[in-house]
């Protein structure tokens, strides 16, 4: 099964995407071979995470011709200034062993840099071929405008933490209003759904796991992509078997509940790494 895909007009995404934050070395290289092998196109990693050199591994040793497979990293918060954002992309590219990254995300706002100075630097990169579409991550809806307006070409996303518990309702209606893309990490938020009631109860209608009924809210939201992490091969395939049913008004209405406590349950098991 091959993921489908969200566009906006300006690029298309594979709605579901294999996210990597801590998965390193051969663990992460396993499980992006096997998601490529399982029909993932779509694969998101960042400086931060310490794996792109796992990640290019994976690409290299696929079958999967790289023009086919959508590469995103992220610039982390401290190298926001013009140069720090040259120079560390160049190392990212190197790292994962390809001329050019599908998207470049600004990982963190950063409050010491003007975003006009990352968003110039984030530019040029573009023009030179080394980033084919940009975006941030972890902005709010004031700062992604601000990021926008101080951006020649478009910031095709801005990926935040969205899963039932963190529903985004002010960022998700401003990014479909203005025709960009919300891409949700943590949409599993970091293991937390997999033993909700609800979902458990509503999977079972249409034979699908708590995992998977989660996955179908967030990207039946329009303009919404995921990225959920997994390591073992029944998650990475699991979660790309998201196509074949639809929760209706009511579900997506009920699944939808959104709790502070939760999201930061979600937040602490990242951070935790449990
Ligand atoms: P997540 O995808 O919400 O959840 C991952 C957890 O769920 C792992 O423990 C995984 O276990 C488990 N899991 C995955 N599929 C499952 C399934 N089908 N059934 C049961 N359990 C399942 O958490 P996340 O890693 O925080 O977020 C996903 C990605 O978003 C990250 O990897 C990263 O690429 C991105 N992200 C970005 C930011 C940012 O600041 N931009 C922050 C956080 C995350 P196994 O590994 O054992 O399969």
Redesign the pocket.
């Known amino acids: 099964m091959v993921s489908r895909v969200v566009s906006n007009g300006d690029v298309e995404v594979p709605t579901i995407g294999l ?5 390193t070395g051969n663990r992460c290289r396993r499980a992006v071979e096997t998601a490529l092998d399982l029909g993932y196109r779509h694969v ?3 400086q931060r ?1 310490g794996n792109e050199r796992a990640v290019g591994l994976a690409l290299a040793a696929s079958d999967v011709p790289r023009e086919e497979v959508f590469l995103t990293t ?1 610039v982390f918060g401290t190298n926001a200034g013009y140069d720090d954002v040259l120079d560390s992309t160049e190392e990212s590219l190197d790292r994962l062993g390809v001329d050019r990254v599908d998207l470049l ?1 600004l ?2 706002p950063n409050p010491l840099v003007d975003v006009e100075e990352t968003m110039a630097a984030m530019n040029r990169l573009r023009e030179e071929g080394k980033a084919r579409h940009l975006g941030v ?2 902005f709010s809806r004031r700062q992604f405008a601000a990021a926008r307006a101080a951006s020649d070409a478009p910031l095709v996303t801005n ?1 935040v ?1 969205f ?1 039932p518990y963190n529903p985004q309702r002010e960022l998700l209606r401003y990014c479909q209003d203005e025709g960009v893309l919300l891409t949700a ?7 937390g759904v ?1 033993h909700d009631d609800t979902l458990t109860e509503i999977g079972a209608r249409y034979g699908k ?1 708590p ?2 009924v989660a996955l179908r809210w967030a990207i039946q939201h329009r303009n919404v992509l995921a ?6 091969r ?3 395939a ?2 790309l078997d998201v196509f074949d049913f639809e929760l209706s008004r009511a579900e997506m209405e009920t699944v939808t509940n959104a709790s502070p406590f939760r999201t930061g349950l ?1 937040w602490v098991r ?1 951070r935790l790494g449990v």
């Not at 990225?227 to 073992?232: E, F, G, T």
């Open positions: 996210g990597t934050w801590r998965l998101d990693t960042a995470y992220k995300l990982h963190w991550s972890n990926q933490q899963h990490y943590s949409p599993l938020a970091h293991g997999i796991t995992a998977q990225i959920p992490k997994a390591s073992s029944a998650h990475v699991e979660n979600a990242g």
